[in-house]
């Protein structure tokens, strides 16, 4: 069943040299249960549209297209609204787990706030959801006391506050912005099937944000690659991995140094994406990633590609698809 | 595995580090910390060593004792068997020449007031103060060339440089003084995927094409595998394993090597903990 | 370097605080800097004749009650006020800043040292403690000065050290420290450039504090002695003469008021347009 679908989305900023277009025509949907990942390099678009998704855009940028979440558009919704769906229905984790958490507040009442705030308990009744959540999440109130502050934390154990303030309310949808970047390997797998398993106990639907495919591949059910604001490549994490239809993607997956487990790979030269991803002012166009392909040909300059429908809900937006398979 | 070698370039001897602590009460025992606890490993000249654990295990904190950049509470950094800590300062000066670092922020680690020739240029105003304005421009040229970068861009100022190129930058300010040993701490991780092979590609080309020495820091395990030729696993500032890099991967002896290299996420969605716990699930029920 | 300043400038002239600001100052400056050769009558020349004279063309805000012309001595205080302030100012910067620089750079006991008889100046109100310096050594002007540069070292050395040791965090500085330069030699390459847009401002601001000191100290008869003219001597005499001759009091005020308003706007738009992360979003 459909959660979240995201039609047509694209955010528009008013600079002084006219209309920027930082995300174009981004279409997402995610179902209960399951886990969408948004991959690609700094500054393609995807905190933007985390912060579309949770209507936390930044002052002076427009947003039009639809968010339908359970079929309301959150895009016609009005702030007072938008405040009852935050935390409420939508909740969010950040990457940063320190400057997430407020420093001078016991773990326990930042916790126990969203509660009071959107479910109207009272404070008694919100420290006790508090407890149970924070035990949820892997903090018995035994071992962590709720009068912990944050910086009597690990790393690990503030992300979980954080996950633990973002499930308090019981959410539909949970953004999760480059959850496990700021951590440790090790750490990060813990987090990571903490996600996974609280996703499946309470029927949630997942967005989780990351540049990293091996996240990616271990924790998604479908996965969109974002290249300069506009959606690459989407469908079933399986299929894309199998397939990897766009030249971004499959770059993007070489230029990962030894990913086999197996065989030595050392000190081979690892394939690169030559260049960088063009700022939302200087985009090429026709295909966004004209300047930086192998494959590209005079039509890739003069025409946007768009989605073509390659399997089972897997689509991908370029001209020369079989160009790309064949090379590999 | 050491083919035997007259001599090391870099020697690290049982270094300690310790931090002290704010004291527990006015009058307590003052409380110190060990960052680095007995740490040794040799580095062949040519080679790459890489240091890999998790925050906090002191890797960093050795990659800035190891530059000579905080004192050991014990123990000997050696370079071309030169003692870095008991050489007089005038003489740690000059052999500065030999050891340079990369830094991990590639936007932190160059002043934004200066242009990029006089950031390349810095380790020479100390070593070389008669160098003249033209020689200077000339050997700033030909080491940014050498990273990838042209010669113009010595006109230009950080803010005008992407994150990767930055990080070249950085690059040539340690090369220009033709070092033998660089000691990089976390190069390329602040550093997007594609952007990130581009660097790691110049790291190994420089060291094949120009015979450098890399001290390479890394919390990264997939980076530390592909370029390194021996490692060691930090923890807890000590070396819990070390050895040659593909023998430490594929037969991990120590236990925390192992759950380090396990907990790298594969990009492999057959591996996927998704599937992997549906077809749990599925077999319970 | 130019590109920078040129950017600065068209940064500045979109706020509006430094652009009005900046033309009472400069106004104000330049007021000063006329009456060092000219101004309208000698101030010193004593009229009785045309004492208390209203505003009229000859005199254009009148006449005190020795009959010397207002402009004229409003120019040649504000003369007075600029050199007390420039001097001032400068003793807390030539002093201040060094000692900051040196505390960041070294830490352990010398900073303590440094930081604690800073905090031992900080704790006495800086107004009060002019005041007892220029009643022990005697008023005057130089002391005035020398009183209210005392009373700017501490704000000084303590901003510098504060803003000098973020810097010293930076990897940059690591670099340097990698290419050999000593403590010193970062200090004054590294960080005091890197700190120069904070010190900028607060030289405006001690700049606007200072003129405000002066002009109490001379209103306590502390400070400059007569015959040479000050604002806070000018609004001193006219104290007695108010209901007599109100401008008298009136004319000092408004400079001093408008001198400190100008110089507090300038200093706070100069904040906004030196922030690089305000002037890169543009």
């Not at chain 2, 160098?131 to 006109?155: H, N």
């Given at each position: 069943?459909?959660?979240?679908?995201?039609?047509?989305?694209?955010?528009?900023?008013?600079?002084?040299?006219?209309?920027?277009?930082?995300?174009?025509?981004?279409?997402?949907?995610?179902?209960?249960?399951?886990?969408?990942?948004?991959?690609?390099?700094?500054?393609?678009?995807?905190?933007?549209?985390?912060?579309?998704?949770?209507?936390?855009?930044?002052?002076?940028?427009?947003?039009?297209?639809?968010?339908?979440?359970?079929?309301?558009?959150?895009?016609?919704?009005?702030?007072?609204?938008?405040?009852?769906?935050?935390?409420?229905?939508?909740?969010?984790?950040?990457?940063?787990?320190?400057?997430?958490?407020?420093?001078?507040?016991?773990?326990?009442?930042?916790?126990?706030?969203?509660?009071?705030?959107?479910?109207?308990?009272?404070?008694?009744?919100?420290?006790?959801?508090?407890?149970?959540?924070?035990?949820?999440?892997?903090?018995?109130?035994?071992?962590?006391?709720?009068?912990?502050?944050?910086?009597?934390?690990?790393?690990?154990?503030?992300?979980?506050?954080?996950?633990?303030?973002?499930?308090?309310?019981?959410?539909?949808?949970?953004?999760?912005?480059?959850?496990?970047?700021?951590?440790?390997?090790?750490?990060?797998?813990?987090?990571?099937?903490?996600?996974?398993?609280?996703?499946?106990?309470?029927?949630?639907?997942?967005?989780?944000?990351?540049?990293?495919?091996?996240?990616?591949?271990?924790?998604?059910?479908?996965?969109?690659?974002?290249?300069?604001?506009?959606?690459?490549?989407?469908?079933?994490?399986?299929?894309?991995?199998?397939?990897?239809?766009?030249?971004?993607?499959?770059?993007?997956?070489?230029?990962?140094?030894?990913?086999?487990?197996?065989?030595?790979?050392?000190?081979?030269?690892?394939?690169?994406?030559?260049?960088?991803?063009?700022?939302?002012?200087?985009?090429?166009?026709?295909?966004?990633?004209?300047?930086?392909?192998?494959?590209?040909?005079?039509?890739?300059?003069?025409?946007?590609?768009?989605?073509?429908?390659?399997?089972?809900?897997?689509?991908?937006?370029?001209?020369?698809?079989?160009?790309?398979?064949?090379?590999? | 595995?050491?083919?035997?070698?007259?001599?090391?370039?870099?020697?690290?001897?049982?270094?300690?580090?310790?931090?002290?602590?704010?004291?527990?009460?006015?009058?307590?025992?003052?409380?110190s910390f060990r960052a680095v606890n007995g740490?040794?490993?040799?580095?062949?000249?040519?080679?790459?060593?890489?240091?890999?654990?998790?925050?906090?295990?002191?890797?960093?904190?050795?990659?800035?004792?190891?530059?000579?950049?905080?004192?050991p509470a014990s123990g000997r950094v050696l370079?071309?068997?030169?003692?870095?800590?008991?050489?007089?300062?005038?003489?740690?000066?000059?052999?500065?020449?030999?050891?340079?670092?990369?830094?991990?922020?590639?936007?932190?680690?160059?002043?934004?007031?200066?242009?990029?020739?006089?950031?390349?240029?810095?380790?020479?105003?100390?070593?070389?103060?008669?160098?003249?304005?033209?020689?200077?421009?000339?050997?700033?040229?030909?080491?940014?060339?050498?990273?990838?970068?042209?010669?113009?861009?010595?006109?230009?100022?950080?803010?005008?440089?992407?994150?990767?190129?930055?990080?070249?930058?950085?690059?040539?300010?340690?090369?220009?003084?033709?070092?033998?040993?660089?000691?990089?701490?976390?190069?390329?991780?602040?550093?997007?995927?594609?952007?990130?092979?581009?660097?790691?590609?110049?790291?190994?080309?420089?060291?094949?094409?120009?015979?450098?020495?890399?001290?390479?820091?890394?919390?990264?395990?997939s980076v530390v595998r592909h370029i390194t030729?021996?490692?060691?696993?930090?923890?807890?500032?000590?070396?819990?394993?070390?050895?040659?890099?593909?023998?430490?991967?594929?037969?991990?002896?120590?236990?925390?090597?192992?759950?380090?290299?396990?907990?790298?996420?594969?990009?492999?969605?057959?591996?996927?903990?998704?599937?992997?716990?549906?077809?749990?699930?599925?077999?319970?029920? | 370097?130019?590109?920078?300043?040129?950017?600065?400038?068209?940064?500045?002239?979109?706020?509006?605080?430094?652009?009005?600001?900046?033309?009472?100052?400069?106004?104000?400056?330049?007021?000063?800097?006329?009456?060092?050769?000219?101004?309208?009558?000698?101030?010193?020349?004593?009229?009785?004749?045309?004492?208390?004279?209203?505003?009229?063309?000859?005199?254009?805000?009148?006449?005190?009650?020795?009959?010397?012309?207002?402009?004229?001595?409003?120019?040649?205080?504000?003369?007075?006020?600029?050199?007390?302030?420039?001097?001032?100012?400068?003793?807390?910067?030539?002093?201040?800043?060094?000692?900051?620089?040196?505390?960041?750079?070294?830490?352990?006991?010398?900073?303590?040292?440094?930081?604690?008889?800073?905090?031992?100046?900080?704790?006495?109100?800086?107004?009060?403690?002019?005041?007892?310096?220029?009643?022990?050594?005697?008023?005057?002007?130089?002391?005035?000065?020398?009183?209210?540069?005392?009373?700017?070292?501490?704000?000084?050395?303590?901003?510098?050290?504060?803003?000098?040791?973020?810097?010293?965090?930076?990897?940059?500085?690591?670099?340097?420290?990698?290419?050999?330069?000593?403590?010193?030699?970062?200090?004054?390459?590294?960080?005091?450039?890197?700190?120069?847009?904070?010190?900028?401002?607060?030289?405006?601001?001690?700049?606007?504090?200072?003129?405000?000191?002066?002009?109490?100290?001379?209103?306590?008869?502390?400070?400059?002695?007569?015959?040479?003219?000050?604002?806070?001597?000018?609004?001193?005499?006219?104290?007695?003469?108010?209901?007599?001759?109100?401008?008298?009091?009136?004319?000092?005020?408004?400079?001093?008021?408008?001198?400190?308003?100008?110089?507090?706007?300038?200093?706070?738009?100069?904040?906004?347009?030196?922030?690089?992360?305000?002037?890169?979003?543009?």
């Amino acid at each position: 069943m459909t959660l979240l679908s995201i039609e047509n989305l694209c955010v528009e900023l008013e600079g002084p040299n006219g209309v920027c277009r930082l995300l174009d025509q981004v279409n997402l949907s995610l179902s209960k249960g399951q886990c969408l990942g948004l991959v690609g390099e700094s500054g393609c678009g995807k905190s933007m549209t985390a912060m579309a998704i949770i209507g936390l855009l930044p002052q002076g940028m427009r947003a039009h297209g639809k968010i339908l979440l359970n079929g309301e558009d959150l895009l016609k919704a009005d702030e007072e609204r938008l405040c009852q769906l935050r935390g409420r229905k939508v909740a969010m984790v950040f990457q940063e787990p320190m400057t997430a958490l407020n420093p001078v507040v016991p773990i326990g009442r930042q916790v126990a706030e969203g509660l009071r705030l959107h479910l109207g308990l009272t404070r008694h009744e919100a420290e006790t959801r508090a407890s149970q959540t924070l035990a949820r999440v892997g903090l018995p109130v035994e071992r962590f006391a709720l009068s912990l502050f944050p910086h009597q934390l690990s790393g690990g154990q503030r992300q979980r506050v954080v996950i633990a303030m973002a499930l308090a309310c019981g959410p539909e949808i949970l953004v999760a912005d480059e959850p496990t970047t700021a951590l440790d390997v090790t750490v990060q797998a813990q987090i990571l099937d903490l996600l996974a398993d609280i996703i499946d106990e309470f029927g949630m639907g997942l967005v989780l944000i990351t540049h990293d495919l091996g996240v990616v591949a271990e924790t998604t059910d479908t996965m969109a690659v974002m290249y300069a604001g506009r959606l690459v490549e989407d469908g079933p994490t399986v299929e894309v991995f199998e397939r990897m239809a766009h030249p971004y993607t499959r770059g993007l997956f070489a230029a990962m140094p030894s990913h086999s487990s197996e065989g030595s790979t050392t000190r081979s030269p690892l394939t690169t994406i030559p260049g960088r991803v063009p700022d939302a002012l200087s985009r090429p166009a026709g295909c966004p990633f004209v300047t930086r392909c192998g494959f590209a040909t005079d039509l890739c300059s003069r025409e946007l590609p768009l989605m073509k429908t390659l399997g089972h809900r897997h689509n991908a937006a370029c001209f020369n698809i079989a160009h790309v398979e064949e090379g590999s | 595995m050491n083919s035997p070698n007259p001599q090391p370039l870099l020697q690290v001897e049982n270094l300690v580090r310790e931090y002290r602590l704010p004291r527990k009460s006015l009058f307590g025992p003052p409380v110190s910390f060990r960052a680095v606890n007995g740490v040794s490993f040799n580095v062949d000249p040519g080679k790459s060593f890489g240091i890999v654990g998790e925050s906090g295990c002191g890797k960093s904190t050795l990659a800035r004792t190891v530059m000579g950049l905080e004192q050991p509470a014990s123990g000997r950094v050696l370079l071309e068997g030169q003692d870095v800590f008991a050489l007089p300062a005038r003489a740690l000066r000059s052999l500065r020449r030999k050891f340079q670092m990369v830094f991990q922020d590639p936007y932190g680690s160059l002043d934004p007031r200066f242009k990029v020739e006089r950031i390349v240029a810095e380790p020479l105003e100390v070593l070389l103060p008669d160098l003249s304005r033209a020689e200077r421009r000339e050997r700033v040229g030909a080491t940014l060339d050498s990273v990838g970068l042209k010669p113009a861009d010595a006109d230009r100022y950080p803010h005008e440089f992407s994150g990767g190129q930055r990080q070249r930058v950085a690059i040539a300010r340690a090369l220009i003084t033709e070092p033998s040993l660089i000691v990089a701490d976390e190069p390329v991780s602040a550093l997007d995927v594609s952007v990130q092979a581009q660097v790691l590609n110049l790291i190994m080309d420089l060291q094949t094409r120009q015979g450098l020495t890399f001290l390479f820091i890394s919390h990264d395990l997939s980076v530390v595998r592909h370029i390194t030729d021996e490692v060691a696993v930090m923890y807890a500032g000590e070396i819990v394993e070390t050895g040659p890099t593909h023998q430490v991967f594929s037969d991990p002896q120590h236990s925390y090597t192992r759950s380090l290299i396990g907990a790298v996420p594969i990009p492999d969605p057959r591996r996927s903990r998704r599937l992997k716990r549906t077809a749990g699930s599925a077999g319970e029920s | 370097m130019s590109d920078g300043l040129a950017e600065i400038w068209r940064t500045g002239l979109r706020n509006r605080g430094f652009v009005i600001g900046g033309i009472i100052t400069v106004s104000f400056v330049l007021l000063a800097a006329i009456a060092l050769i000219w101004t309208p009558y000698p101030v010193e020349e004593i009229v009785v004749t045309r004492r208390f004279q209203g505003i009229s063309s000859a005199h254009w805000l009148g006449t005190d009650q020795f009959g010397r012309d207002l402009v004229s001595l409003l120019m040649a205080g504000a003369v007075n006020s600029v050199a007390v302030a420039i001097v001032a100012v400068g003793l807390g910067v030539g002093i201040g800043v060094p000692l900051g620089a040196i505390a960041a750079a070294r830490q352990g006991w010398l900073d303590e040292i440094l930081m604690r008889a800073n905090d031992f100046a900080f704790a006495f109100p800086a107004l009060l403690s002019a005041v007892m310096i220029t009643a022990l050594a005697g008023p005057g002007a130089i002391n005035s000065i020398i009183a209210i540069g005392i009373f700017n070292i501490p704000v000084f050395a303590r901003l510098t050290r504060g803003a000098a040791l973020v810097v010293w965090k930076r990897e940059f500085i690591m670099a340097a420290r990698v290419a050999g330069k000593g403590p010193l030699r970062i200090s004054i390459e590294h960080i005091l450039p890197n700190i120069s847009s904070v010190l900028i401002v607060q030289v405006t601001i001690q700049f606007a504090l200072a003129i405000l000191a002066e002009a109490g100290l001379s209103y306590l008869g502390l400070g400059t002695q007569p015959p040479q003219p000050s604002w806070g001597k000018m609004l001193n005499e006219a104290q007695t003469l108010m209901f007599l001759a109100p401008q008298l009091a009136i004319f000092p005020g408004v400079a001093i008021a408008l001198t400190v308003l100008g110089l507090n706007l300038f200093g706070d738009g100069l904040r906004d347009v030196l922030d690089p992360r305000l002037r890169r979003e543009r």
